[in-house]
């Protein structure tokens, strides 16, 4: 069982920053690579970073490249999103999860946080 506890969202202004935290519990979090989705007003979930287990491999979606950054600490079963030059596109509720399989898409994650919301205005 994995346990997801996301915070750091907030209202910022466009081209602000804001870091996103993901607690984990649980003692599979070493081996599990991560991702954080997003989904806003009326949109589906969609996929914005992941990062395997080891903290080597990331993935992003085109929309965040060379914005935002993915990183975990094992010791603190903590992995991180920081986001730079927000845009007002970038509101959504952001979510982390559990990598279950490789992939890009929701059903690849099996445990997920409660969401954070981030609004970025104009």
């Known amino acids: 069982q994995v346990q997801l506890v996301e915070s750091g969202g907030g209202l910022v202004q466009a081209g602000g920053s804001l870091r996103l935290s993901c607690a984990a519990s649980?003692?599979?979090?070493?081996?599990?690579?991560m991702g954080w989705f997003r989904q806003g007003p009326g949109k589906e979930r969609d996929f914005v970073a992941s990062?395997?287990?080891?903290?080597?491999?990331?993935t992003y979606a085109d929309s965040v490249k060379g914005r935002f950054t993915i990183s975990r600490d094992n010791a603190k079963s903590t992995v991180y999103l920081q986001m730079n030059s927000l845009k007002p596109e970038d509101t959504a509720v952001y979510f982390c999860?559990?990598?279950?399989?490789?992939?890009?898409?929701?059903?690849?994650?099996?445990?997920w946080g409660q969401g954070t919301q981030v609004t970025v205005s104009s």
């Open positions: 990062l395997s287990s080891s903290g080597i491999i990331t």
């Open positions: 999860a559990r990598q279950r399989v490789g992939g890009t898409v929701p059903s690849s994650y099996d445990y």
């Open positions: 649980g003692r599979i979090f070493r081996s599990s690579a």
